[in-house]
């Protein structure tokens, strides 16, 4: 662990990669790990890209490691698949256009896969960019394919988020789902080299409008083109003018102060639900009081509160790994 720390500390990749795969498995050394690494994080700025599958975003994240990297800032990425049951950097690295990027020291890829439940995934990815963060990425680039909650809940860890929106997938107006347009920071209108793409700017135009109300914030519509290259200086200077926006409006205080809290609270359900389900699969009081259940010798609620009170009874709540002073 001291060894790993310090070459982590050191900026060595390999110790990075290394931690990650720790994290990702939730390895015995995990918790300690993320606590020692948490005092280093809260520097980077993470930016959530979400779109429909082949919309551009792995293109975009491309572009935009450029233009980053060309500013002398570091970049790591976290592109998130939910069809894929691989891990470890397989996905992204295999990919052509990122192979520009693979030899840079200034730029970390990691894909994951949805292995496990929705949840743990959203947690675990979480665990990942906070491990990116204390290493010192400037930016951190969160590629998460727009469909399901779970992807969803992966956009509140980005600080500015950007949906991609194509003509090319059929994207229009009717079509996109009411949730990723709420989400949005900024819109990319990706593929405008293509027909359509300037039709599709204006129905995303159109639609802000209809909101009625004049909000702070209103999301910007860009048109890119990772083929031509265009529009994507102008989205990353939207991206940059969104985060002006939230510190100038004290949103970037007070959105991570409310996140700290709400992941405490999630870290603290994550382990209570980890701590029943381990009751569950041995036998014991627990496994008994569900099999009165099934019997219908004893109610739910009352199971329910009896299991409560002999986890709570029986469990190391304080124990290694669960923050013990
Ligand atoms: N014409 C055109 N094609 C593009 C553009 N951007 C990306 N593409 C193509 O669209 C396809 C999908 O691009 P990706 O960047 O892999 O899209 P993605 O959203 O990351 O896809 P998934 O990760 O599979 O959901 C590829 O064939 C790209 O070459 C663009 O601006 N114009
Ligand atoms: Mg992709």
């Not at 070459?7 to 015995?28: D, M, T, Y």
């Not at 779970?150 to 009411?178: C, F, R, Y």
Request: proline share 4%; net charge negative; glycine share 10%.
């Amino acid at each position: 662990m001291e060894d790993l720390m310090a070459k982590f500390s050191g900026g060595e990749q390999r110790a990075l990669a290394r931690v990650i795969s720790l994290v990702e498995n939730e390895s015995p050394e995990k918790d300690e790990l993320l606590r020692r690494l948490y005092p280093r994080t809260g520097a980077a700025y993470i930016v959530g890209i979400t779109g429909a599958p082949g919309s551009g975003k792995s293109s975009l994240v491309d572009r935009l490691t450029g233009l980053i990297r060309r500013a002398e800032r570091t970049v790591g990425i976290v592109a998130v698949d939910p069809t894929s049951p691989f891990t470890g950097g397989a996905l992204l690295g295999d990919r052509i256009r990122m192979q520009e990027h693979a030899c840079d020291g200034g730029v970390f890829i990691r894909s994951m896969g949805t292995r496990g439940s929705l949840g743990g995934l959203a947690r675990t990815t979480k665990d990942v960019i906070r491990v990116l963060d204390a290493f010192g990425f400037d930016y951190i680039l969160v590629e998460t394919v727009g469909v399901g909650q779970a992807e969803l809940d992966i956009m509140h860890v980005a600080d500015t988020t950007v949906v991609v929106l194509t003509p090319a997938t059929g994207d229009s107006i009717q079509t996109i789902k009411a949730g990723i347009m709420e989400i949005a920071d900024v819109f990319a209108v990706n593929k405008a080299d293509l027909p359509g793409a300037r039709k599709l700017a204006a129905e995303v135009e159109a639609m802000l409008d209809l909101k009625g109300t004049r909000p702070a914030w209103r999301p910007p519509v860009l048109l890119t083109s990772t083929v031509s290259g265009e529009g994507l200086e102008d989205l990353w200077a939207a991206v940059e003018r969104h985060r002006a926006y939230l510190v100038e409006a004290g949103l970037f205080e007070r959105r991570r102060q409310e996140r700290a809290r709400a992941e405490a609270l999630e870290i603290a359900d994550h382990r209570w639900q980890a701590m029943v389900r381990k009751h569950t699969e041995l036998p014991g009081p627990v496994n008994e009081l569900l099999a009165r259940v099934e019997a219908r010798e004893l109610d739910p609620y009352t199971a329910a509160a009896e299991i409560l009170q002999w986890v709570v009874s029986s469990s190391p709540l304080r124990g290694a790994g669960c923050g013990a002073g």
